[in-house]
């Protein structure tokens, strides 16, 4: 099947995308200017957290957990992005003499990542100066953790990476449009909103770029290979879930320090599946959720999709 072929590619066109890449586009100083979180209130939806329900917690201990959580959310998303723009220029790199708009998109949007990463460091290093005390981070300074995770998702098939990444950047926009723009975060941080608000605009062109890449990769693989790169789409999603274990005891220490609570055994178990069920769902959930993800998912492959649980 050709790229062309795949109606989630109808519309789509790499000088279009570049241009509304240009006009959208945002500087990291300018979205923070000055400014701070206002941590005499919760910074991001309760339901990223999910421990509304444990009793055991006072309204104090929950907007701890909830500054915490948006910190953990800006962590892991900053250095999930560190392959990103590695992986455009090994694309590039494969037909450098392709038409220049294609090969001004994949560079263009790897410095946008990395613009990324530079929004979400400055998200961590900001709410941390608000909340006046440091934020346990899974990945080291020292960027070992990072350095091997980077390696571990390179490792697999660049379809698998496109499947990975266009499903993540569904899942971004989301955030910013089911959690934030839709009214459901009533509460949220403003400056929290801008974070998300600027990720998503850019994020928008991103995905489109990922889902003609994706497709032209289905061009030139047989349907049982399709159907193989979303076997890796697993394999890809045990790393992630790894980070989320250890970003979830991070949290768990950082809120025993914050607040010099210590929990009963069966209150810590408690709070330890609430964090790890709430991460994984507004990290990974909403991404292979995403009804945009699972057009992509099963034109590419029926039998691969299945594998993700997508029907």
């Excluded at 109808?10 to 279009?16: A, F, M, N, S």
């Excluded at 708009?101 to 949007?109: N, V, W």
């Excluded at 499947?163 to 929290?192: I, K, M, W």
């Excluded at 964090?275 to 990974?284: H, P």
Aim: charged share 25%; with cysteine; net charge negative.
């Amino acid at each position: 099947m050709a790229m062309t072929d795949y109606a989630f590619c109808k519309g789509l066109e790499y000088p279009t995308i570049v241009e509304a890449s240009q006009r959208v586009a945002w500087t990291v100083d300018g979205i923070f200017a000055n400014r701070h979180f206002d941590t005499t209130r919760r910074t991001v939806p309760d339901s990223w957290v999910g421990a509304e329900h444990l009793a055991f917690l006072d309204d104090s201990e929950q907007r701890t957990l909830n500054h915490i959580r948006a910190f953990s959310y800006a962590h892991l998303l900053g250095n999930y992005e560190e392959f990103i723009p590695v992986q455009m220029s090994e694309v590039a790199g494969q037909d450098w003499h392709d038409e220049r708009p294609r090969m001004r998109a994949l560079f263009r949007f790897g410095e946008e990542e990395m613009k990324h990463q530079q929004l979400f460091q400055r998200t961590e290093e900001v709410l941390e100066a608000s909340c006046g005390h440091s934020i346990g981070r899974y990945f080291d300074p020292d960027k070992l953790r990072l350095t091997e995770f980077t390696k571990g998702v390179l490792g697999y098939p660049l379809m698998s990476r496109f499947l990975l990444l266009t499903a993540f950047e569904f899942g971004t926009q989301r955030h910013y449009v089911e959690s934030v723009q839709a009214g459901n975060g009533a509460g949220s941080d403003p400056l929290y909103i801008d974070v998300l608000k600027a990720h998503w605009v850019e994020e928008s062109q991103h995905v489109k770029l990922d889902v003609l890449e994706a497709a032209r990769l289905a061009a030139g693989m047989t349907p049982a290979k399709i159907s193989e790169a979303f076997d890796g789409v697993l394999g890809l999603g045990g790393l992630i879930g790894e980070t989320f274990v250890g970003q979830v005891e991070q949290e768990l220490a950082t809120f025993k320090t914050v607040t010099g609570r210590v929990l009963l055994e069966a209150e810590a178990t408690a709070l330890r599946d609430v964090l790890n069920q709430s991460l994984q769902a507004i990290v990974a959930g909403v991404s292979l959720t995403h009804p945009s993800f699972k057009q992509v998912a099963l034109e590419l492959s029926k039998e691969g999709a299945a594998k993700l649980g997508i029907v």
